[in-house]
């Protein structure tokens, strides 16, 4: 029996930009070993498998990227939202709200589609979480492949979590964002030093960002879980007022412009939440005719 799967494109405002993702809602029992070959097969950056509940808007889900499964990631949460959304059927204009039980964390979606048919998703993230660490700038610059006067001397490296801890690096300008890339030979190992799972380059000034596996290797093109990190960080140091949305850019270094919303929620000494959010636009459905043996 053939298992149908959905192509979205998250953070997009047309089909072949944004972040691509695979969501497979209600596939036959899988275990962990074949999602992790499904995913490696469809070669997105991410896969999401949802299961629904008897309550319609409540659903659980596991989200592998290339490497493995992942407690928390935003893109596929947000393009499976948008997939049950337009599943489901709701009417131009009506919003609906979904609830992801995922492994770290249940999450709470709002979904709303336009004439279009394209679907447009909004994340909370929560409450943020600063990690007390102190990165110094020169040998984080260095892990980067950079000088510490390439850093931004305003603003500080920074550990944030929403669910994935992320090490935020503010760089002077678009110039040094372009020329950012992991270089350290165990940057996991690195990371983990300060508390940290991940990287994230920020250009502050242009509201800007990269994000790569921690092999240096693949380049991601939209980040859904470091850019509530983002939006913490920047309300954190007084680049962002309660309630502000920003446009925070990725993909360009990828040839897939980003465009993802982000907005946070309180005062710099306490960020009470953060939204994350971006249009989804459908590019594709499709149907296995084989599934991977399990292990």
């Given at each position: ?190 990371l983990g030093g300060y508390g940290a799972q991940y990287v994230y380059v920020l250009d502050a000034g242009a509201v800007e960002g990269r994000h790569w596996n921690n092999d240096g290797v693949l380049e991601d093109v939209a980040t ?46 306490v960020v009470e939440r953060v939204t994350v959010g971006g249009g989804v636009s459908m590019v594709a459905t499709g149907a296995l005719r084989a599934l991977p043996e399990a292990s």
């Amino acid at each position: 029996m053939a298992t149908g799967y959905h192509h979205v494109d998250v953070f997009s405002d047309r089909p072949f930009t944004g972040n691509s993702l695979a969501v497979f809602v209600d596939p036959p029992p899988l275990g962990e070993s074949q999602m992790a070959r499904l995913t490696q097969e469809l070669r997105h950056f991410e896969t999401i498998f949802v299961r629904t509940t008897d309550a319609p808007d409540v659903v659980h889900a596991r989200v592998f990227d290339l490497m493995g499964e992942l407690d928390f990631a935003g893109h596929p949460v947000l393009g499976a939202a948008a997939v049950l959304h337009e599943r489901a059927g709701v009417a131009y204009g009506e919003e609906r709200n979904w609830s992801f039980a995922l492994g770290a964390r249940n999450v709470d979606v709002t979904t709303r589609g336009d004439t279009a048919g394209q679907v447009s998703a909004l994340l909370d993230q929560g409450r943020p979480e600063l990690l007390p660490s102190t990165a110094p700038r020169g040998p984080v610059a260095a892990a980067l492949g950079l000088t510490a006067a390439d850093l931004d001397d305003t603003l500080p490296p920074e550990v944030i979590s929403t669910g994935l801890r992320y090490l935020v690096v503010p760089v002077r300008d678009a110039d040094v964002l372009a020329r950012a890339r992991i270089t350290h030979p165990d940057f996991e190992g690195f990371l983990g030093g300060y508390g940290a799972q991940y990287v994230y380059v920020l250009d502050a000034g242009a509201v800007e960002g990269r994000h790569w596996n921690n092999d240096g290797v693949l380049e991601d093109v939209a980040t859904g879980s470091a850019a509530g990190c983002v939006a913490a960080y920047l309300m954190r140091h007084g680049r962002a007022r309660d309630g502000q949305e920003l446009s925070l850019a990725q993909g360009r270094f990828t040839g897939r412009p980003s465009r993802i919303a982000i907005t946070a929620y309180g005062t710099p000494d306490v960020v009470e939440r953060v939204t994350v959010g971006g249009g989804v636009s459908m590019v594709a459905t499709g149907a296995l005719r084989a599934l991977p043996e399990a292990s």
